[in-house]
């Protein structure tokens, strides 16, 4: 049950970066392109997930549990430093040049799209280098990573 | 700054965006979970008991999806311009980028600014902030 419902949460967010136009690079660049012709379309996206989102975390601070029975975990984080300026900085970089993030590389990756699957494989080895570095690199050994969202 | 009236989509933008907010509700209420995608994929690599079998299900929704809206209409458009070099460096920043900082665009940007997170916040300006900058080199100065 617990991963079906999983299952079907993602199948819906697929469905929203489709219906959304936001599993195509190209839409992305759009918005990202601020001194060319300027697409705000993610901005309105944005707008639809957040109202949405916002009801949904409003419901759940309400409840320790979730329908399935399992805890609500949030994460407890609220440091601004050096690791998630510095990471977020290089996801952006990565972001510009291709224009894809995580969840539409995905989508795009079940759409057939052969470039998509070039772009996982990198995204995959990149986060592997990062498990590599955590475990035997030089700070490994520190209070591990506490959330990820 | 000039809009582009021909591309801009809003309305398609703003329902894409709810049903995205409806799957964010649906994994975390009744999961109890964040939909943080780069999360939910990077937690694949450290493997830890009865913690995979949801972290799989959600990735196979998001590639199944396009199966799925397929069956009832055509598939929007998807144009990857980036050639394989570049997918391949992007993807590794990628991939390093949303581990250290701790989330991608679902996760900071959408489930963190729904719960109102500063820190979530702070990492959304910075990505968007390097994604503008990113991409006003590489099309404006570099000029491809």
Not at chain 1, 2 to 30: D, E, H, Q, T
């Amino acid at each position: 049950m617990y991963a079906l419902s999983s299952f079907i949460a993602g199948l819906i967010f697929g469905l929203g970066l489709l219906v959304s136009r936001m599993a195509n690079p190209a839409k992305v660049l759009g918005f990202l392109d601020l001194a060319g012709a300027w697409d705000p379309s993610l901005a309105f996206v944005m707008i639809g997930a957040v109202a949405i989102g916002a009801v949904a975390f409003a419901m759940a601070r309400r409840r320790a549990s979730g329908w399935l029975g399992t805890p609500i975990t949030l994460p407890a984080t609220r440091t601004i430093d050096g690791r998630l300026v510095g990471g977020s900085l290089l996801f952006g970089i990565g972001w510009g040049l291709a224009g894809f993030c995580p969840g539409p590389a995905l989508v795009a990756l079940g759409a057939g799209i052969g470039k998509a699957l070039v772009f996982v494989a990198a995204m995959l080895a990149g986060m592997l280098v990062f498990e590599l570095l955590e475990r035997f690199g030089p700070s490994s050994g520190r209070e591990e990573a506490r959330w990820h969202l | 700054m000039t809009i582009d009236w021909t591309a801009f989509t809003p309305w398609s933008g703003v329902i894409g965006g709810a049903i995205i907010g409806l799957a964010v509700a649906l994994l975390l209420l009744a999961n109890g979970r964040i939909a943080g995608i780069s999360g939910i994929v990077g937690g694949l690599l450290r493997p830890s008991t009865g913690d995979i079998a949801w972290r799989v299900a959600f990735v196979a929704g998001l590639v199944a999806a396009p199966v799925a809206y397929a069956i009832v209409a055509t598939l929007p458009p998807i144009n990857v311009e980036a050639s394989y070099p570049t997918l391949v460096l992007a993807g590794l920043l990628v991939g390093v980028g949303t581990r250290y900082g701790a989330g991608c665009t679902s996760g900071h940007a959408v489930c963190g600014i729904s719960r109102l997170s500063l820190r979530s916040i702070g990492a959304t300006l910075a990505f968007m902030a390097a994604g503008f900058l990113t991409v006003f080199v590489v099309s404006h100065l570099l000029g491809a």
